[in-house]
């Protein structure tokens, strides 16, 4: 093999890596910008859920004990976000809605005594707590995608991943009240004039 004929080989070789490094990188880059982007979307959703909750607790709708303890964990919820104990504060939240609104007939009692603006309220709640877990499992789903690009050889020798922070699971119970989530969104009176008309 002559040496132009190296040269060549020696030179698609180094083309090859070059280019299996830059895919390799554009899409770890892709894979950190929606992880970004997913987790502010989970903030964004939990402190809605958070918000709705409150909004619940103020609105008249559950009785003084309730609405005291609904309040100070959607509190401790929305004061979290970002910061070190937020999964923590999510899982309380988690557990008062759970406690809250936990008895069917009970749920069913607060809707039937509730008018239209505490029905909306309530419906707000139960999406939003829908809301939190789609968002959740996006995160955590990306998360997991993320991980296994960065534990490739590729990735680990050529340090790819520069100094991003290792991703991780955003682990709290998002499960929601179920009776809440599982009532029938109110039809409002103007909602039923315009269906009739």
């Known amino acids: ?4 004929e190296w040269i060549l080989v020696v030179g698609a070789v180094v083309a090859a890596i070059t280019v299996a490094l830059s895919t390799t990188a554009g899409r770890l880059d892709r894979l ?5 982007t997913a987790q502010a979307s989970l903030d964004r959703q939990l402190l809605d859920r958070s918000t709705c909750l ?12 309730s609405a005291l303890v609904a309040v100070e964990a959607a509190d401790a919820s929305r004061a979290a976000i ?8 999510e899982t309380a939240l988690s557990e008062v809605m759970r406690t ?3 008895d069917a007939e009970d ?14 309220l309530l419906a707000d709640l139960g999406d939003a707590c829908e809301r939190v877990q789609l968002a959740h499992r996006f995160h955590d789903d990306l998360v997991a995608r993320t991980q296994r690009m960065r534990r490739k050889r590729i990735v680990r020798w050529a340090r790819l991943a520069g100094y991003a922070p290792w991703p991780n699971r955003m682990d709290f119970d998002d499960t929601p009240p179920p009776h809440l989530v599982a ?10 004039g315009q269906q009739q008309g």
């Open 1 to 4: 093999m002559s040496t132009l």
């Open 82 to 89: 970002g910061k070190s104990d937020q999964a923590e504060r």
């Open 183 to 192: 009532h029938e969104r109110p039809v409002a009176s103007s909602e039923m």
């Open 100 to 102: 809250v609104f936990g």
């Open 107 to 120: 749920v069913d009692a607060l809707w039937a005594a509730a008018d239209e603006p505490q029905a909306e």
């Open 54 to 65: 409150r909004n619940v607790a103020v609105g008249g709708v559950l009785d003084p004990a």
């Open 32 to 36: 950190h910008i929606r992880l970004a």
